[in-house]
């Protein structure tokens, strides 16, 4: 173990994250921003994204890796969403509403998502991707069709012109920032939504106290080793079931303090980045398909949006096309993803190799390990 | 009786279901008003554009990388031979065949990186080669804009920068292929014989090639890799050899379509075209490992018959456009059905 290996170790490891900070700190002087406007940025984008980041926790500590079928729970928040906004019901108490309403739609969602992923054990990551698309069909058929035929719309104002289906942008207007502002706290220049904050706080506070739990440690057991976790009287089934249900209760609700923020929903497409966006920032952040911890959310959430903030700029300042830099962000995001991924999944390779050199003795595993490369 | 069942149980229930939902589709089209011939002569002509997409998945499931979720690499390659050809000025069948001469170098190259790639990441190709295809369409849409073509046909006329989101290749080789020998069925229902010809040359290409030393050490490599080593394969070359293909395929698949459809489609367009092939190739009876030329063929048919028939029946039917909906809810509960089989290697 030279000091040599260490740093390149080091670096491997860690490849994503400085990337993301050199391309940054190249791109932040090109973008001409000032450092007031960035910050207040983040703040606000923190406040925005953090929660929906957070609900990965769960199913990667069980070993399910990225639930990218977090969307799902986007989606039912979205239809509290709708139904709120339909009623009338604004302000703080709109969007518990449509938490209330979201809620009990995500936990059936997340039910059946978590027992397709079980049928679908070692490709867990691939069918919740698909299982988004599945899931997004039938909110498309739910909201475009079945609302204002079954489901009774009473307002006017959210109807296509046909009579039924909600238009394809919702006004959140009723419901807009009212977490945000409910206590805006005014720091010099900037404005911190304290309650949007203190909402995260609860939920990292619930997520370490989760880990504490029987079942956050039966979690942790099935994610290590699922065979270990079944011989040690662990229902292995019914403990992913539940990261999966938990994660997208948190993307319901997250989704629900996201669009507060934003502040109006393109209702057909709003869900289509969630997971895009939450499972960059996770990477980016230094967290890998196994391992993820509360710093590698809000490092994640700050990097990637500072570069989401800075890049348009700097692409028309530096290309003189701010397409490029819409572009760039785009392709930095599911780059950061493939290229996370491509890092973990190679170095668990390396692993197994070298435990398989372990079992059956030198000779064998350099064979094998020679043929892995 | 239990051989019929047990045919049955191979073929799949999903598949049966769509089969017959689409059979009562042609039913019903007369009734509401919809041209039979002009329905079955564009499932034809889909069929024929579409195909080699779905015939493109067969190579990589075969070495068992699984299903090609990073098509969009062989696409991108496809598009920058049908721009070198545009350039170069070359019309007619000498674009079409010069588009495929020069896609295929950048095909071989893509190919063998993203199959170094996939040779790393063992048992999660899947995911990865999704981010990898989305990033490099992400990564051309940079570079359309900043590559120095210059043909006028190609860019934006109002001194905006970059190559257009659509090319017309009207006066290039648009419908080069669909109008070799088409016959005329009826007045208005034409079989684009050529595009269909085209097509059966490349499935029995690919099916002599996988009877081949190197296309059954192929299929060896996917369905038992230790096996394959111990007689001597190497794996990893491979499953290299078979991405390589796969991508190739797709780069020729994108300027098969592109001739029928006659436009050039760049930036984002091909972000969703890989997961069409692979709803295709699984509802035609393809597991994630294992994967025939007849998968290839039902598949295409039943898919792009599902999304020529529903749209102009069901919205003739209900007066309103649900297959976009439906679209989404078959095609990927299709892929989502197939994920969650067990595998089975031996058969």
């Given at each position: 173990m030279s000091g040599k290996y260490t740093v390149k170790r080091f670096l491997s490891e860690n490849a994503v994250i400085i990337t993301f900070i050199v391309i940054t700190v190249i791109a932040i002087p090109s973008s001409q921003l000032s450092a007031n406007y960035i910050i207040q940025e983040m703040i606000t984008r923190l406040g925005r994204n953090s929660f929906l980041v957070l609900a990965l926790l769960l199913p990667i500590y069980a070993g399910m890796g990225l639930n990218f079928g977090m969307s799902l729970g986007a989606m039912a928040g979205q239809v509290g969403l709708i139904l709120a906004v339909n009623w009338r019901i604004s302000g703080i108490e709109g969007l518990l509403f449509a938490a209330l309403v979201g809620t009990p739609i995500a936990v059936v969602v997340g039910w059946i998502c978590g027992s397709i992923l079980n049928r679908a054990k070692g490709r867990e990551m691939v069918t919740s991707y698909m299982l988004a698309f599945f899931i997004n069909g039938i909110y498309q058929f739910v909201v475009l069709y079945v609302m204002g035929m079954v489901i009774p719309i009473r307002s006017p104002a959210i109807l296509l012109s046909r009579g039924y289906g909600i238009r394809n942008t919702l006004n959140l207007e009723s419901v807009r920032q009212s977490l945000d502002t409910a206590w805006m706290l005014t720091i010099g220049p900037f404005s911190v939504p304290v309650v949007t904050f203190l909402v995260i706080a609860s939920l990292c506070l619930f997520i370490v106290w989760f880990k504490r739990t029987k079942l956050g440690q039966d979690m942790r057991a099935v994610g290590y080793d699922m065979v270990v976790a079944e011989a040690a009287g662990i229902p292995v089934d019914r403990t992913r079931a539940i990261s999966i249900v938990v994660s997208t209760v948190l993307a319901c609700l997250g989704q629900i303090i996201f669009l507060q923020n934003m502040g109006n929903m393109a209702t057909y497409n709003a869900h289509d980045q969630t997971s895009f966006f939450a499972v960059a920032a996770i990477l980016v952040g230094g967290a890998s398909v196994k391992k993820a911890s509360l710093p590698n959310v809000f490092i994640g959430v700050v990097l990637l949006h500072l570069l989401f903030v800075i890049s348009p700029r700097a692409g028309q300042n530096f290309f003189g096309s701010a397409m490029i830099g819409e572009y760039f962000r785009q392709f930095i995001g599911y780059g950061a993803i493939a290229l996370s991924l491509v890092l973990y999944a190679s170095k668990a390779r390396r692993e197994a190799v070298r435990v398989r050199e372990v079992q059956y003795g030198h000779g064998g595993g350099k064979k094998a390990a020679g043929e892995a490369r | 009786m239990s051989s019929i069942k047990q045919y049955l149980a191979d073929f799949g229930w999903p598949r049966i279901i769509i089969f017959f939902f689409l059979l009562s589709l042609f039913v019903a089209a007369p009734f509401f008003g919809v041209r039979l011939d002009n329905s079955l002569a564009d499932v034809l002509n889909r069929f024929g554009q579409n195909g080699i997409f779905v015939l493109a998945m067969v190579p990589m499931i075969q070495s068992g990388c699984g299903l090609n979720f990073g098509l969009s690499l062989g696409i991108i390659a496809g598009l920058i031979g049908a721009l070198l050809s545009i350039q170069a000025g070359l019309v007619g069948a000498l674009g079409f065949a010069g588009a495929i001469a020069m896609a295929a170098p950048f095909a071989v190259l893509f190919g063998w990186a993203y199959g170094r790639i996939l040779n790393k990441v063992k048992g999660e190709e899947m995911t990865i080669a999704m981010y990898v295809g989305f990033a490099s369409v992400m990564f051309m849409c940079i570079m359309w804009i900043i590559l120095p073509f210059d043909s006028p046909t190609m860019?934006?006329?109002?001194?905006?920068?970059?190559?257009?989101?659509?090319?017309?290749?009207?006066?290039?080789?648009?419908?080069?292929?669909?109008?070799?020998?088409?016959?005329?069925?009826?007045?208005?229902?034409?079989?684009?014989?050529?595009e269909l010809l085209f097509f059966s040359l490349c499935i029995y290409l690919m099916w002599s090639f996988l009877r081949t030393k190197t296309g059954t050490a192929m299929t060896a490599v996917g369905s038992n890799p230790d096996f394959a080593r111990a007689s001597g394969v190497s794996t990893d070359r491979m499953r290299t050899l078979s991405v390589i293909i796969s991508t190739f395929l797709g780069a020729v698949g994108i300027l098969v379509y592109q001739q029928s459809y006659g436009f050039l489609q760049l930036y984002t367009a091909p972000l969703q075209m890989p997961f069409a092939a692979v709803a295709a190739i699984l509802i035609g009876g393809a597991s994630v490992n294992k994967g025939s030329m007849l998968n290839v063929v039902v598949g295409t048919f039943l898919f792009q018959g599902l999304l020529t028939m529903t749209p102009s029946v069901i919205n003739s039917a209900l007066q309103t456009d649900m297959s976009e909906v439906i679209r989404l809810i078959v095609s990927n509960g299709i892929i989502i059905y197939a994920l969650t089989r067990k595998l089975k290697v031996t058969k």
């Open positions: - | 860019i934006w006329g109002y001194g905006g920068k970059g190559l257009r989101t659509t090319i017309s290749l009207e006066s290039f080789y648009k419908r080069v292929l669909n109008d070799f020998l088409a016959i005329r069925m009826t007045p208005s229902a034409i079989i684009p014989t050529g």
